[in-house]
């Protein structure tokens, strides 16, 4: 059973940091694109970050380039999103998603296959 589960999300103070981390198991990991997404109320699902099976290319969206970081690392089967600078705009539920045998990053919901329950995040003004 694959299970991805996310962690590290809470209630920060605006150009506060926070890092989320999501876990994955049932699973061979290194094989997968991961990647983050968000969903504020009464939006889409949005693309925020991924990174490739090796760590050796990663994508933003850019309304987070230069704030976030995506990383991941294999022997722990995790992922991470380390987020800078948080403003109120960034408050969603953040998902982890995984991406089986994909080549390149994808930006859309469809692209992936598996997906975490979310993480709160909320950025008080």
């Known amino acids: 059973q694959v299970q991805l589960v996310e962690s590290g999300g809470g209630l920060v103070q605006t150009g506060g940091s926070l890092r989320l981390s999501c876990v994955v198991s049932?699973?061979?990991?290194?094989?997968?694109?991961m990647g983050w997404f968000r969903q504020a109320p009464g939006k889409e699902r949005e693309f925020v970050a991924g990174?490739?099976?090796?760590?050796?290319?990663?994508a933003y969206a850019d309304s987070v380039k230069g704030r976030f970081i995506i990383s991941r690392d294999n022997a722990k089967n995790r992922v991470y999103l380390q987020m800078n600078s948080l403003k109120p705009e960034d408050t969603a539920v953040y998902y982890c998603?995984?991406?089986?045998?994909?080549?390149?990053?994808?930006?859309?919901?469809?692209?992936?296959?598996?997906w975490g329950q979310g993480t709160q995040v909320t950025v008080s003004s």
């Open positions: 990174i490739t099976q090796n760590d050796d290319r990663t």
């Open positions: 998603a995984a991406d089986q045998f994909g080549v390149e990053v994808r930006t859309g919901v469809a692209g992936y296959d598996y």
């Open positions: 049932g699973r061979t990991f290194s094989r997968d694109i």
